[in-house]
């Protein structure tokens, strides 16, 4: 069982930055495809980006050129850096891994909020 722990949320105002990790307890080879995901108060999760253990990144349209997403598989963690952010970017941030099996794992959260 792989677990996953993001670090890095926090307090931003319009237009700052932050990096979100998202630490695994094993080797990410084993999780071929990795992303993050969102929750907004009052709204259904939503996918933020994923990328493969060779690349590829793919992100969701009203992050692009804001949100960079990358992996290392030296240190075993997933990366997401956020620039220009908004308010709309509020919401706890949910780290993911998809195994060879299938399976799915996740993180527990952490929050992002945006607000002046």
């Known amino acids: 069982q792989v677990q996953l722990t993001e670090s890095g949320g926090g307090l931003v105002q319009p237009g700052g930055s932050l990096s979100l990790s998202c630490a695994a307890s094993e080797n990410i080879f084993k999780l071929p495809l990795m992303g993050w995901y969102r929750q907004a108060p009052g709204k259904q999760r939503e996918f933020v980006a994923n990328i493969g253990s060779g690349g590829n990144p793919k992100l969701v349209d009203s992050v692009l050129g804001r949100f960079t997403i990358s992996r290392d598989s030296a240190k075993n963690t997933l990366y997401l850096q956020m620039i220009l952010l908004k308010p709309e970017d509020t919401g706890v941030y949910f780290c993911?891994?998809?195994?060879?099996?299938?399976?799915?794992?996740w993180g527990q959260g952490t929050q992002v909020t945006v607000s002046s």
């Open positions: 993911y891994g998809l195994d060879w099996a299938g399976n799915n794992y």
